[in-house]
């Protein structure tokens, strides 16, 4: 194998739990997707491959080197993970000066590449706002932010667009791309295959711990289609954007599961996701956040993790 990450057999055990079982992947240049229903492993390999965990069994190369210890190494890898939590009573421009600092960079340095790395991801008019007003969207780029402001090579971004808005969404999926164009590379992990498939043709699926899948999967993405698609959105209005969304021939149907959320569920989540931002911005309704359920991928990787046994 002979890629930006090359995994061969790795297992991680948390206790009794595999994290990792026996994880074979090649991930190439540029951008390539991971992807999996939460729990399947994608931020243990995260973790892995930052240098936070050790893996039990097998072997774990990236940009050449094993990926535990090495020291000085590990400033040619960012990492982004899932969590938004962050601390609060910091500045955007606080937190990642300090963070830089820690990584043993130089005051005036550290300053300066924050400044940079805050421009790059657009955050230069909010840099002095503490994060607790920070949207999530802001927030998952301030991550960003810290994680691409020691000029990495490799950009590990665990579930960067988990519940953004649909602008903030398409925001940072041109900023994904334009640290690719740049030179960078980009493991972006995902549960929702189309947020993927908008970066990049080049996508692992991963289930159980095994990466069950690699490669240029349209195929997939047909099988997926092939099975109604449920998605969640929380407005302020649901029932008038549900009205809007009613319109559409792809969308099957409409539920208020409770206050302030919209189930949608369409036969075509791919055109439902390109659509979505143009009618936000266009009609001028407000939707906080955009979850796809598991059910309907955790079926399909259930189906391709049987076919392999």
């Known amino acids: 194998m002979t890629g930006v990450v090359d995994a061969e057999a790795v297992t991680k055990r948390y206790g009794e739990v595999l994290g990792l ?27 892995l491959l930052a240098g936070q965990l050790r893996a039990d069994a097998g072997r774990l190369t ?35 000066t300090t963070l830089l600092r820690l990584d043993g960079f130089s005051r ?5 590449r924050s400044a940079r790395a805050i421009a790059e991801v657009d955050l230069t008019a909010d ?25 990495p090579e490799l950009i590990l971004l665990d579930e960067p667009l988990n519940g953004v808005d649909p602008v903030g969404r398409a925001a940072l999926s041109a900023l994904m791309r334009q640290l690719s164009a740049a030179g960078r590379h980009l493991i972006v992990s995902s549960h929702v295959l189309y947020e993927v498939e908008r970066l990049t043709d080049r996508i692992v699926m991963i289930a159980n711990g095994q990466a069950i899948a ?71 309704f407000v939707v906080r956040s955009v979850r796809s359920a598991d059910d309907n991928l955790d079926a399909v990787f259930r189906y391709l993790s049987e076919g392999r046994r």
């Open 21 to 47: 079982n026996g994880f074979t992947a090649t991930f190439a240049e540029g951008i390539t997707g991971l992807v999996g229903p939460n729990g399947a492993g994608k931020s243990t390999l995260f973790r």
């Open 62 to 96: 990236l940009l050449g080197q094993p990926a535990w210890g090495q020291g000085e190494f590990r400033r040619r890898v960012g990492y982004c993970p899932e969590s938004l939590a962050l601390f609060d009573w910091m500045t955007g421009n606080d937190f990642v």
């Open 108 to 112: 005036a340095e550290a300053a300066e």
């Open 127 to 151: 840099s002095d706002r503490r994060l607790r007003v920070y949207s999530k969207g802001m927030r998952q780029r301030v991550k960003i932010a810290q994680c691409i402001a020691h000029d």
């Open 214 to 284: 690699q490669g240029d999967l349209h195929r997939i993405r047909d099988l997926i289609d092939s099975h109604p698609h449920v998605i969640d959105l929380e407005s302020p209005d649901p029932r008038a954007l549900g009205r809007a969304l009613g319109a559409w021939d792809h969308v099957v149907s409409l539920e208020y599961p409770e206050p302030g959320r919209l189930r949608v569920l369409t036969r075509a989540p791919d055109t439902f996701y390109a659509a979505l931002p143009e009618l936000v911005l266009t009609e001028g």
